[in-house]
């Protein structure tokens, strides 16, 4: 939780109360790349359906992954995500998205899962941030069972 709050460890931030009063940077363009992955154990099929974005600090940004269940049995899953380079995560805020949240697919089912985001309009002021021109968000679903905890985001 404390990662979620600070974006420590990769972690982003969700937010929406900041985007009406954004200003785009438009001298920055950044490329967002997108990855997924699943558990050695869950049975789904999962992508991006992008493989990369180009947009600049300030500026809102949907992308779209792509979930199938190519069994014959329902699967529910949960996601988790992470940010890379990890202290671009405390400047990638999501408004919308499905992760830490159960999604069921019914056999053979196939959806789309939206995330809608934005990159701080700050990241082009931090020193640190100067030679990063392209961040990676990664996205791996498990499959919810009874018990099951999942990795808190930066942590092994």
């Known amino acids: 939780m404390f990662c979620q709050a600070t974006g420590l460890g990769g972690t982003v931030k969700h937010g929406s109360e900041t985007v009406a009063q954004m200003k785009p940077v438009e001298d920055r363009e950044l ?35 792509t979930a199938r269940n190519p069994t014959d049995q ?6 988790t995500y992470n940010v890379v380079p990890f202290e671009a995560g405390q400047y990638f805020n999501k408004i919308q998205c499905f992760c830490f949240e159960e999604q069921r697919l019914e056999p053979n ?9 934005f990159i701080d309009p700050e990241f082009a ?3 640190a ?11 791996t679903f498990f499959e919810a069972k009874d018990g099951l905890r999942l990795p808190l985001p930066g942590y092994s």
Do not use: C, H
């Open 31 to 65: 490329e967002i790349r997108f990855s997924a992955d699943t558990a050695a154990s869950m049975r789904w099929n999962f992508r991006p359906r992008q493989s990369a974005i180009k947009l600049v600090p300030g500026e809102t940004a949907l992308a779209f992954y």
């Open 109 to 117: 089912e196939e959806v789309d899962m939206p995330v809608f985001f």
């Open 129 to 139: 941030m100067y030679k990063v021109d392209a961040i990676t968000l990664s996205y």
């Open 74 to 79: 329902p699967i529910i899953g949960i996601s």
């Open 125 to 127: 002021e931090d020193p």
